[in-house]
């Protein structure tokens, strides 16, 4: 089963930016999408965005359409969450995993092998 890993994660100021990483444990992701989801305390896990497991066809939340971009590494067993204009609502713990054999779901429960997560907090 692969294994998952975020890193990239930090405390940036409002309209400040970051950018996440997902790393696989194998030479790629297994077919079908990898996507990014975040949990702030008290609430579910909610669907970020995601792309297919060679890296095309990015889908994303509403809201952070225009401000986010997903895109794969090269070596396609990485992939980045690049995130502009942040907002305070933005804070949270960001997750990755993948959706074995499934296209465009948002669903977490499609998802698996999910990673620890990396803390984002944006200050106002």
């Known amino acids: 089963q692969v294994q998952l890993e975020e890193s990239g994660g930090g405390l940036v100021q409002a309209g400040g930016s970051l950018t996440l990483s997902c790393a696989a444990s194998s030479d790629t992701f297994p077919r079908g999408q990898v996507g990014w989801f975040r949990r702030t305390p008290g609430k579910e896990r909610e669907f970020v965005a995601a792309i297919s497991s060679v890296g095309l066809r990015p889908y994303y939340a509403d809201s952070v359409k225009g401000r986010f971009t997903i895109s794969m590494a090269s070596a396609q067993n990485t992939v980045h969450l690049r995130m502009n204009s942040l907002k305070p609502e933005d804070t949270a713990v960001y997750y990755c995993?993948?959706?074995?054999?499934?296209?465009?779901?948002?669903?977490?429960?499609?998802?698996?092998?999910w990673g620890q997560g990396t803390q984002v907090t944006i200050s106002s």
């Open positions: 995993a993948v959706a074995r054999d499934s296209a465009y779901t948002r669903h977490v429960r499609d998802f698996g092998s």
